[in-house]
C-alpha cells in the first residue's frame, strides 16, 4: 500500500488485509470480507458471533452476561434492584413482584439522557469552562502586570531613598567637616597665645640670669620679676566634639517607615461564574433580600445542655447546634426535638475554650491549656495548629475556610489575630495605624465572626467594645455600647456572630442582653426575651439566633427578622 495514498484506500479486511471489507462481527468488533467470515466463526466457537454487513456494524446489541447464570444474556432489567437481569433469574423468584422492564427499553432511556447531557457538555458546559479558562488566564495576566507595577513602585521607593539618605549623608558630613575647621581654628589661636607666653618667660628668664652673674649692682637692682603674671595659668580649652546620635535599624521599624504591602488573597466566590447559556433566565442576584427586624424578637425554642455553665454554641444546620461548656465535652443537639445526638471529648481532656463549625460541616475547638486548634473529623479528632508563647482563645471558621484565631501571650499582654489556611499562618492583626494595640490586654474572654462583608468583628470584654477592621486588618470602628442600657450596667461584650444583612449581634453579659448594630456599627436595638446572662451565639441560615446562657445552662432560639 503507498503510504502518500493511504488515507483515500478502501477500508481492507482485518484477518487477510487485502480484500475489501463487506462484513462486520458485532460481538469482536472485527471488520471482515466475505472469504475470512467463515475462518473467524470458527476462530473462537465459544462466542455467538452476530455477523452483519459492513453499512449495519454495532446494530446488533451485545446484552450483558449474567453474573449468577453463566452464560445467559440478560434481556431484561429489575427496576427495583437496578441490575440486567436473564430469563432463569426471574423464573428463579429472586425477583419476584419487582418491576421489570426489557433492557432495550432501559437502553434506550438511558442513551436519551446520557445525548441529552452530552449535549449539555458540548453546548453549555465546554463553552462555560472555556470562558472561565479565559478568565483565569486574563487575570493572571493582569495580576502579572499589577505585581510587576508593584514591583516597579518599590524599586523606585527604594532608589528615592537612596537618594535622600545619599543627600543627608553629605549634609551631615560637611557639618562635621565645618565644626572641625572652626574648633580646630580656635585652639590654634590659643596655641599660638601659649607659645608667646612661653617666649616671654624665656626673655623673663635670660634677663634675670644676666642680672644675678654681673657685678654691676645698678642692673641688679632694676630686675623687675613678673612671675606673679605668669602664674596665671591660661584656660584650658576642652572641645566638645560632635556626636552622632543614630536610630537603630530594624526591620519592623524599617517596615513602617519605607512602607509596607497590604494583605492580599485569593478569594473564592462559589457564584462567581454563570453558566453559558443561550435561554433567558431571572437574573441571580448575590444580594440576600432584604429583611426587616421585629417589632418584638421571640423566642421559638429552648434547649437544656445540662451542662454546670453553658458557654458556646454553634450552628451546624439549621436542625442541629454544637454546645460546650465547663467540662470536656461538646454536645451536639437537636434543635427541634431539644434530644442529644452526640457528645465529643476534647484529646487532652481539657475544656474547650471556643467552639466553631467550617464551611464543610467540620466542628473546630480551641484548648487553652494544650495549646492547640483541632478540627473534629467523622469524630477522629485531628490537631490543625500548636502555639508556642501564645494561647488560643476563640476561634472562627471565615467563608474562603480560613480559621481566624484569637490569642494571647504568656503574660496575657499583648493580644492578636492570626488568620490561618490549614496550619500556615496567612496574617496578624494586631495594631492600628498608629502602631497600638487593637485589642485590650488581659486574660479577658474575646469572640470573633467574620461579617458579611468580609470585616472581622471582635468583642473586646477588656476594652468594653466590639472592635470591627477590614479584611486588610484596618480599623472601621469601635462599638462601645448604647444607652440607656437595660440594666444600666458598663457593656461587656461576650458572644458575637452576623446575620444575611450584615447586622453585627453581640452579648451584654451583665445587662442580659443582646445588641444590634449595622454594619458601619450604628445601633439598631436589643434583644431580651427573657435572657440570663447570655454567652456565646450564633445564627443559622434563615437567621434566628441561638444564644447560649451560663447560669440557666439553656440555649434560646430567638426569631428576630422577618
Same mark, same amino acid.
Given at each position: 500500500?503507498?503510504?502518500?495514498?493511504?488515507?483515500?484506500?478502501?477500508?481492507?479486511?482485518?484477518?487477510?488485509?487485502?480484500?475489501?471489507?463487506?462484513?462486520?462481527?458485532?460481538?469482536?468488533?472485527?471488520?471482515?470480507?466475505?472469504?475470512?467470515?467463515?475462518?473467524?466463526?470458527?476462530?473462537?466457537?465459544?462466542?455467538?458471533?452476530?455477523?452483519?454487513?459492513?453499512?449495519?456494524?454495532?446494530?446488533?446489541?451485545?446484552?450483558?452476561?449474567?453474573?449468577?447464570?453463566?452464560?445467559?444474556?440478560?434481556?431484561?432489567?429489575?427496576?427495583?434492584?437496578?441490575?440486567?437481569?436473564?430469563?432463569?433469574?426471574?423464573?428463579?423468584?429472586?425477583?419476584?413482584?419487582?418491576?421489570?422492564?426489557?433492557?432495550?427499553?432501559?437502553?434506550?432511556?438511558?442513551?436519551?439522557?446520557?445525548?441529552?447531557?452530552?449535549?449539555?457538555?458540548?453546548?453549555?458546559?465546554?463553552?462555560?469552562?472555556?470562558?472561565?479558562?479565559?478568565?483565569?488566564?486574563?487575570?493572571?495576566?493582569?495580576?502579572?502586570?499589577?505585581?510587576?507595577?508593584?514591583?516597579?513602585?518599590?524599586?523606585?521607593?527604594?532608589?528615592?531613598?537612596?537618594?535622600?539618605?545619599?543627600?543627608?549623608?553629605?549634609?551631615?558630613?560637611?557639618?562635621?567637616?565645618?565644626?572641625?575647621?572652626?574648633?580646630?581654628?580656635?585652639?590654634?589661636?590659643?596655641?599660638?597665645?601659649?607659645?608667646?607666653?612661653?617666649?616671654?618667660?624665656?626673655?623673663?628668664?635670660?634677663?634675670?640670669?644676666?642680672?644675678?652673674?654681673?657685678?654691676?649692682?645698678?642692673?641688679?637692682?632694676?630686675?623687675?620679676?613678673?612671675?606673679?603674671?605668669?602664674?596665671?595659668?591660661?584656660?584650658?580649652?576642652?572641645?566638645?566634639?560632635?556626636?552622632?546620635?543614630?536610630?537603630?535599624?530594624?526591620?519592623?521599624?524599617?517596615?513602617?517607615?519605607?512602607?509596607?504591602?497590604?494583605?492580599?488573597?485569593?478569594?473564592?466566590?462559589?457564584?462567581?461564574?454563570?453558566?453559558?447559556? /443561550?435561554? %433567558? +433566565?431571572?437574573?441571580?442576584? #448575590?444580594?440576600?433580600? *432584604?429583611?426587616?427586624?421585629? &417589632?418584638?424578637?421571640? @423566642?421559638?425554642?429552648?434547649?437544656?445542655?445540662?451542662?454546670?455553665?453553658?458557654?458556646?454554641?454553634?450552628?451546624?444546620?439549621?436542625?442541629?447546634?454544637?454546645?460546650?461548656?465547663?467540662?470536656?465535652?461538646?454536645?451536639?443537639?437537636?434543635?427541634?426535638?431539644?434530644?442529644?445526638?452526640?457528645?465529643? /471529648?476534647? %484529646? +487532652?481532656?481539657?475544656?474547650? #475554650?471556643?467552639?466553631? *463549625?467550617?464551611?464543610?460541616? &467540620?466542628?473546630?475547638? @480551641?484548648?487553652?491549656?494544650?495549646?492547640?486548634?483541632?478540627?473534629?473529623?467523622?469524630?477522629?479528632?485531628?490537631?490543625?495548629?500548636?502555639?508556642?508563647?501564645?494561647?488560643?482563645?476563640?476561634?472562627?471558621?471565615?467563608?474562603?475556610?480560613?480559621?481566624?484565631?484569637?490569642?494571647?501571650?504568656?503574660?496575657?499582654?499583648?493580644?492578636?489575630?492570626?488568620?490561618?489556611?490549614?496550619?500556615?499562618?496567612?496574617?496578624?492583626?494586631?495594631?492600628?495605624?498608629?502602631?497600638?494595640?487593637?485589642?485590650?490586654?488581659?486574660?479577658?474572654?474575646?469572640?470573633?465572626?467574620?461579617?458579611?462583608?468580609?470585616?472581622?468583628?471582635?468583642?473586646?470584654?477588656?476594652?468594653?467594645?466590639?472592635?470591627?477592621?477590614?479584611?486588610?486588618?484596618?480599623?472601621?470602628?469601635?462599638?462601645?455600647?448604647?444607652?440607656?442600657?437595660?440594666?444600666?450596667?458598663?457593656?461587656?461584650?461576650?458572644?458575637?456572630?452576623?446575620?444575611?444583612?450584615?447586622?453585627?449581634?453581640?452579648?451584654?453579659?451583665?445587662?442580659?442582653?443582646?445588641?444590634?448594630?449595622?454594619?458601619?456599627?450604628?445601633?439598631?436595638?436589643?434583644?431580651?426575651?427573657?435572657?440570663?446572662?447570655?454567652?456565646?451565639?450564633?445564627?443559622?441560615?434563615?437567621?434566628?439566633?441561638?444564644?447560649?446562657?451560663?447560669?440557666?445552662?439553656?440555649?434560646?432560639?430567638?426569631?428576630?427578622?422577618?
Amino acid at each position: 500500500m503507498d503510504p502518500r495514498t493511504s488515507a483515500q484506500d478502501v477500508m481492507r479486511c482485518d484477518l487477510c488485509e487485502t480484500a475489501v471489507v463487506q462484513m462486520h462481527c458485532d460481538t469482536c468488533l472485527v471488520n471482515l470480507c466475505n472469504a475470512c467470515v467463515g475462518q473467524h466463526v470458527i476462530s473462537d466457537e465459544s462466542k455467538k458471533h452476530e455477523i452483519v454487513k459492513f453499512q449495519s456494524r454495532k446494530s446488533t446489541p451485545l446484552y450483558p452476561r449474567c453474573t449468577t447464570h453463566n452464560k445467559q444474556q440478560c434481556t431484561m432489567y429489575c427496576n427495583q434492584c437496578d441490575i440486567p437481569v436473564c430469563t432463569k433469574c426471574i423464573a428463579s423468584g429472586q425477583h419476584l413482584s419487582h418491576r421489570i422492564s426489557e433492557v432495550l427499553q432501559v437502553v434506550e432511556e438511558k442513551k436519551n439522557k446520557i445525548i441529552k447531557e452530552l449535549t449539555e457538555l458540548n453546548e453549555t458546559i465546554y463553552p462555560t469552562y472555556q470562558d472561565i479558562a479565559s478568565d483565569v488566564q486574563n487575570t493572571m495576566s493582569q495580576l502579572e502586570k499589577e505585581y510587576g507595577d508593584l514591583s516597579t513602585a518599590i524599586t523606585k521607593h527604594g532608589e528615592d531613598w537612596h537618594r535622600e539618605i545619599d543627600k543627608l549623608v553629605k549634609k551631615l558630613k560637611a557639618e562635621v567637616d565645618e565644626m572641625k575647621n572652626t574648633q580646630l581654628q580656635t585652639l590654634h589661636k590659643h596655641l599660638d597665645e601659649i607659645n608667646k607666653t612661653m617666649s616671654d618667660i624665656k626673655d623673663e628668664i635670660d634677663s634675670v640670669e644676666m642680672a644675678i652673674d654681673t657685678n654691676d649692682l645698678s642692673k641688679l637692682f632694676s630686675v623687675t620679676s613678673n612671675v606673679h603674671i605668669y602664674t596665671n595659668l591660661p584656660q584650658k580649652l576642652a572641645p566638645s566634639p560632635l556626636k552622632f546620635i543614630s536610630e537603630k535599624i530594624h526591620g519592623e521599624k524599617l517596615s513602617k517607615l519605607f512602607g509596607a504591602l497590604s494583605f492580599s488573597s485569593l478569594t473564592s466566590d462559589k457564584h462567581g461564574y454563570s453558566m453559558k447559556t /443561550t435561554q %433567558k +433566565s431571572p437574573e441571580a442576584g #448575590s444580594s440576600p433580600p *432584604v429583611k426587616q427586624l421585629l &417589632d418584638e424578637p421571640e @423566642t421559638v425554642a429552648t434547649i437544656d445542655t445540662g451542662y454546670g455553665e453553658l458557654y458556646n454554641v454553634a450552628c451546624l444546620s439549621d436542625e442541629e447546634i454544637w454546645t460546650s461548656g465547663n467540662g470536656s465535652t461538646m454536645k451536639l443537639y437537636s434543635i427541634n426535638q431539644g434530644s442529644l445526638l452526640k457528645s465529643i /471529648t476534647t %484529646k +487532652s481532656g481539657n475544656m474547650p #475554650s471556643d467552639i466553631a *463549625v467550617t464551611e464543610s460541616g &467540620d466542628l473546630v475547638y @480551641t484548648d487553652y491549656y494544650d495549646r492547640t486548634v483541632n478540627t473534629v473529623k467523622n469524630e477522629k479528632i485531628e490537631e490543625v495548629i500548636r502555639l508556642q508563647d501564645w494561647i488560643p482563645r476563640n476561634v472562627c471558621s471565615t467563608s474562603s475556610g480560613d480559621l481566624l484565631v484569637i490569642m494571647d501571650s504568656d503574660d496575657y499582654k499583648p493580644t492578636k489575630v492570626v488568620c490561618y489556611s490549614g496550619s500556615t499562618e496567612k496574617q496578624t492583626i494586631q495594631f492600628d495605624d498608629k502602631g497600638k494595640s487593637l485589642y485590650s490586654s488581659g486574660s479577658y474572654s474575646r469572640y470573633i465572626t467574620e461579617n458579611r462583608n468580609l470585616d472581622i468583628c471582635v468583642s473586646d470584654w477588656g476594652a468594653e467594645a466590639v472592635v470591627v477592621v477590614n479584611q486588610a486588618g484596618k480599623l472601621r470602628f469601635r462599638y462601645t455600647g448604647h444607652t440607656p442600657a437595660p440594666k444600666n450596667k458598663p457593656f461587656n461584650p461576650l458572644g458575637i456572630t452576623t446575620d444575611s444583612q450584615s447586622h453585627i449581634l453581640t452579648s451584654d453579659y451583665y445587662n442580659h442582653c443582646v445588641h444590634i448594630i449595622d454594619q458601619d456599627g450604628q445601633f439598631l436595638r436589643y434583644i431580651d426575651c427573657g435572657l440570663s446572662e447570655p454567652y456565646g451565639l450564633c445564627t443559622d441560615t434563615n437567621d434566628n439566633l441561638f444564644v447560649a446562657q451560663r447560669e440557666n445552662r439553656k440555649v434560646k432560639k430567638i426569631k428576630y427578622m422577618c
